[in-house]
């Protein structure tokens, strides 16, 4: 007659470990088959004396060292990057960082999960050696701005047609019927050195986010 071995605490950690190994690999492996790289096609730019609004109810976040924000259109949740600065000069460990106000509730400043900022609203950054950084966004793969420090404050820079401008915010038409949010429709704001308002609106197919 065959003996009934005991269950103990370890192998019942050991089990457990077991299988949230094998449901994160199964979650991993599936992440990137339904995780296009979204394609953005310019369809306009627009200049304007006043920096446009799309939704007058959603809050703008103003918090400490914010270089840019991505507001969406399923709810008033915000997307808030921000660098970090250290006697002057951006932290050349990591000069910008990315994280969530929670508008939708009470407005509190929550930390991407590791999805959000591997494949919908991560940022990169890559020194150029003389204080200015490269920036990347997992949600923008066609924008290519650089953080630098101009008149003592931290800011994104990018071409928006024929001119640099300062990247305030963008705002995503978002469709969140299926299993993935998908995005369809982006729209990016800068400020240009004549102090008016530029609106680049794109076409996005190809990817979620």
Known sequence: MAQIQPVTPAV???????????VTAVFTLAAPAAQAAPKLSLQ?????????????????????????????????????????VTGGQLDAKSPVSAYWRRYNTDGAAK???????????????????DGTYDVSFKALPTVKPILRVEKGRPALFTRMGDEEARMIYAYLDVDDGGLFPRVTGLKLVGRLASG????????????EL
């Open 12 to 22: 019942v950690r050991g089990t457990i470990a077991l299988l949230f190994a094998f």
């Open 44 to 84: 306009s730019r627009q200049v304007t004396a006043a920096m446009p609004v799309f939704r007058s109810e959603f809050p703008r976040p103003k918090d400490g060292g914010q270089v840019f924000f991505i507001q969406r259109s399923p709810n008033s949740n915000t997307v808030v990057y921000a660098a970090r």
């Open 111 to 129: 930390g991407l999960s590791g999805m959000e900022r591997r494949l919908a609203y991560g940022v990169s950054a890559s020194s150029n050696g």
């Open 196 to 207: 008016k308002y530029v609106t680049e609106t794109y076409r996005v197919t190809g990817g």
